[in-house]
């Protein structure tokens, strides 16, 4: 009995003096810090921005809670739209179908020439019922071709005089000779009317005296056209007839029997000019390596009647054949 009293006393004292001295608990200040030990010479640890956003996105409820996520939602789909944009073009770039009209075109781009240039078809037409020895056919096509303004009309015009020169001797054989004097007037008429700047004109009177017009007439019209046409920049077309020239006149000029006449000395002159326009036409036309084979052989085979002959066009063409061309 007296230890029961004895314990409840000293309880109760105890109590009374817990409730009189409060237990001293340090109050937080500036240089307090976690319980890990870290002391105020350490650097404080990163901070981690995720675990922040975390927590403060934990701590929030209701409506706030809410928009974010219908925000975040929404971003989201944003990004996604935008990401299917721009990956939509190179599906369609991967799934395009190849341009079969593109590769027609490539493949029959001759035809769709031809197409646009009536005159080169028909050219062409010409010249393979030619080498079928079909003449009559061929005359008609180069005639077909002539009567256009393409860039084989010219051609075609040479081709159709060369099968109309074929049958002038069996229809002029018992015919008299002409006068000289029309073809003379002709090719003056002709050299006029270039001066005039009337080449078309000129160019339709050099066609008729060189298919028409007696040897020496012709040859001259010949060179007149090469020379006409080189100066306008038809270099294929010059090329045509002084290849007709050189083929029909050049290779045996000069032939007259006295080489002291005034004959003699033009088909000297006629020659060199051919030549010289020959040459300078065939390079110009993309045709270099036979215009140096050609040059070449040239003044090699003419060394002997240029002896003793001054002639300015002949001096430029052994420099052009000592040139790198």
Do not use: C, H
């Given at each position: 009995?007296?230890?029961?009293?004895?314990?409840?006393?000293?309880?109760?004292?105890?109590?009374?003096?817990?409730?009189?001295?409060?237990?001293?608990?340090?109050?937080?200040?500036?240089?307090?810090?976690?319980?890990?030990?870290?002391?105020?010479?350490?650097?404080?640890?990163?901070?981690?921005?995720?675990?922040?956003?975390?927590?403060?996105?934990?701590?929030?409820?209701?409506?706030?809670?809410?928009?974010?996520?219908?925000?975040?939602?929404?971003?989201?789909?944003?990004?996604?739209?935008?990401?299917?944009?721009?990956?939509?073009?190179?599906?369609?770039?991967?799934?395009?179908?190849?341009?079969?009209?593109?590769?027609?075109?490539?493949?029959?781009?001759?035809?769709?020439?031809?197409?646009?240039?009536?005159?080169?078809?028909?050219?062409?037409?010409?010249?393979?019922?030619?080498?079928?020895?079909?003449?009559?056919?061929?005359?008609?096509?180069?005639?077909?071709?002539?009567?256009?303004?393409?860039?084989?009309?010219?051609?075609?015009?040479?081709?159709?005089?060369?099968?109309?020169?074929?049958?002038?001797?069996?229809?002029?054989?018992?015919?008299?000779?002409?006068?000289?004097?029309?073809?003379?007037?002709?090719?003056?008429?002709?050299?006029?009317?270039?001066?005039?700047?009337?080449?078309?004109?000129?160019?339709?009177?050099?066609?008729?005296?060189?298919?028409?017009?007696?040897?020496?007439?012709?040859?001259?019209?010949?060179?007149?056209?090469?020379?006409?046409?080189?100066?306008?920049?038809?270099?294929?077309?010059?090329?045509?007839?002084?290849?007709?020239?050189?083929?029909?006149?050049?290779?045996?000029?000069?032939?007259?029997?006295d080489t002291s006449s005034r004959e003699f000395k033009r088909q000297r002159e006629e020659k060199e000019l051919g030549a010289y326009l020959l040459f300078k036409s065939s390079y110009k036309?993309?045709?270099?390596?036979?215009?140096?084979?050609?040059?070449?052989?040239?003044?090699?085979?003419?060394?002997?009647?240029?002896?003793?002959?001054?002639?300015?066009?002949?001096?430029?063409?052994?420099?052009?054949?000592?040139?790198?061309?």
């Open positions: 009995m007296k230890y029961i009293i004895l314990f409840l006393s000293i309880f109760l004292f105890s109590n009374q003096l817990s409730a009189d001295f409060p237990l001293p608990i340090p109050e937080p200040s500036e240089g307090n810090f976690s319980s890990k030990g870290t002391s105020p010479d350490e650097p404080l640890p990163p901070i981690d921005a995720s675990s922040v956003v975390a927590e403060q996105r934990s701590g929030q409820t209701g409506p706030e809670l809410v928009s974010e996520t219908a925000l975040a939602a929404s971003e989201e789909s944003k990004i996604a739209e935008t990401k299917q944009t721009v990956s939509e073009p190179v599906k369609e770039k991967k799934t395009k179908l190849p341009n079969l009209a593109d590769k027609k075109d490539k493949k029959n781009g001759k035809k769709k020439e031809a197409a646009t240039d009536p005159s080169r078809a028909a050219y062409e037409r010409g010249l393979l019922r030619l080498r079928n020895g079909q003449k009559d056919a061929a005359k008609e096509e180069f005639g077909k071709a002539a009567s256009t303004e393409g860039t084989a009309s010219s051609q075609a015009k040479l081709e159709l005089s060369k099968l109309e020169n074929a049958k002038a001797p069996e229809s002029n054989a018992e015919a008299p000779a002409e006068d000289d004097s029309r073809w003379k007037t002709s090719l003056e008429t002709a050299r006029s009317l270039r001066a005039q700047g009337k080449n078309s004109e000129a160019e339709s009177i050099l066609l008729r005296t060189a298919t028409e017009g007696e040897g020496e007439y012709r040859s001259r019209a010949l060179l007149q056209l090469g020379d006409m046409l080189f100066r306008m920049g038809r270099y294929s077309d010059a090329r045509s007839y002084l290849m007709d020239f050189w083929n029909r006149f050049g290779k045996t000029f000069p032939n007259a029997e036309a993309g045709e270099g390596e036979w215009a140096k084979r050609f040059l070449k052989k040239y003044l090699d085979k003419s060394v002997s009647e240029s002896q003793g002959v001054y002639s300015p066009l002949r001096t430029e063409m052994e420099s052009f054949a000592k040139s790198d061309l």
